[in-house]
């Protein structure tokens, strides 16, 4: 057996090349490399496929996500709510413009925030919830929504696992007053280099965030804000709208996958898995299975070559890159524990029944030999 990777590019570009390669030419023959035409089509097709009103294409997820707190004015002196259990640019894009990032732990059932401890985190100085749509499930959006009426509060929604996830009838990304995308390249919709969107109904603030992603020109040479450089080019948004196309059947698939995975892993050893809400639907960004047995099982798979991650082995609160914070260990019991026991499996639309056999075979002769 061929080695397995935990995400294959390669497999996905064959099967787009031709269309690909058609979208570059016409990018190259008309040198429109920044802020072009196809930056604009991808803009509009996102904006439609979220069911928002703008959609602004920007350098990375990270900053979609500092952009829209810019643009919020929020700041030194502010507070911004997040989950534990996120990948570190969360946290990160808030440092940025001088806010602190205040965390509560997740749901260690749905691996995302827990709704319940918002509320008792919010004082005078916090400004915005970034609630994170982890591995392809959406958070209650009902009941953040709900916390962030009641105290006046932005929500900035991290998206970036979460290309096409519904919440009951609309997609994330469409409820809160941003929904902030990375289009890293192993993302179900990725790009072939970084990349990124924000997503808003809010007319003002959208021309505000177009400003401040060029430079804060209102027009060349003419700057009504301290911007940045931080432009979604046009190559890549030609690459987007092409994959922006196939993204229903890839996600489907994903299901799919996880679905196999499920059945043929239900039962064995030790495994648990994410629980999956009703309220939401599931793209799979990450399929992951809990096991006490985590790190033994991920060697016994790389010795089969079968690559697998582990989402995130060190929580953002015990990062030294976070030690001001002043969190210590056990402040997040939910988020530590699935950091020692979350194993993500390979999951990529073009993974075979014959690869998801040989993967859970292993897994089962891994149990059949450890327990």
């Not at 072009?36 to 920007?58: D, M, P, T, W």
């Not at 509560?104 to 985190?121: G, K, M, R, W």
């Not at 096409?164 to 997609?171: C, D, E, L, R, V």
């Not at 016994?300 to 890159?321: D, E, F, M, R, S």
Request: with cysteine; proline share 4%; net charge neutral.
């Amino acid at each position: 057996m061929q080695g397995i990777p935990f995400v294959d590019l390669k497999a996905q570009y064959n099967s787009i090349s031709l269309e690909i390669e058609d979208a570059l030419k016409d990018i190259f023959s008309s040198c429109d490399f920044i802020l072009g035409k196809k930056l604009e089509e991808f803009e509009k097709n996102f904006a439609s496929f979220i069911q928002a009103k703008h959609a602004i294409g920007v350098g990375s997820g990270l900053d979609a996500l500092v952009l829209s707190l810019l643009a919020l004015d929020i700041g030194t002196g502010d507070e911004v709510i997040i989950p534990a259990n996120t990948f570190i640019a969360t946290a990160l894009a808030i440092s940025k413009t001088g806010a602190k990032p205040v965390l509560v732990d997740c749901e260690q059932e749905t691996y995302n925030i827990d709704p319940s401890l918002i509320e008792p985190a919010i004082n005078s100085r916090t400004k915005a919830i970034i609630p994170v749509h982890l591995t392809g499930q959406s958070v209650d959006m009902d009941y953040v929504l709900e916390i962030a009426r009641k105290s006046n509060l932005h929500i900035i929604e991290d998206a970036a696992q979460a290309h096409g996830t519904f919440y009951k009838n609309k997609p994330c990304g469409s409820f809160g007053t941003t929904g902030c995308f990375s289009f890293y390249p192993g993302k179900n919709l990725g790009a072939y280099g970084d990349g990124g969107a924000i997503t808003t109904n809010d007319d003002k603030l959208a021309k505000k965030i177009r400003q401040l992603r060029n430079y804060g020109q209102e027009a060349k040479y003419i700057h009504i804000e301290k911007g940045s450089n931080s432009r979604l080019d046009t190559i890549q948004a030609a690459i987007l709208s092409v994959k922006l196309k196939h993204l229903k059947k890839w996600n489907t698939s994903r299901s799919t996958i996880a679905e196999k995975y499920i059945n043929l892993l239900n039962g064995i050893g030790n495994i648990k898995f994410q629980t999956t809400k009703t309220f939401s639907t599931h793209i799979y960004h990450l399929f992951i299975i809990e096991t006490s047995q985590r790190d033994k099982l991920q060697n016994y798979l790389q010795a089969a070559n079968i690559q697998t991650g582990i989402h995130y082995p060190i929580p953002i609160h015990l990062q030294k890159a976070y030690v001001d914070l002043g969190y210590k260990e056990g402040d997040f019991p939910h988020a530590e524990f699935l950091a020692k026991h979350m194993l993500s499996l390979p999951i990529f639309p073009e993974l075979s029944d014959e690869n998801i056999t040989y993967i859970t075979n292993k897994i089962k002769d891994f149990f059949n030999k450890n327990l």
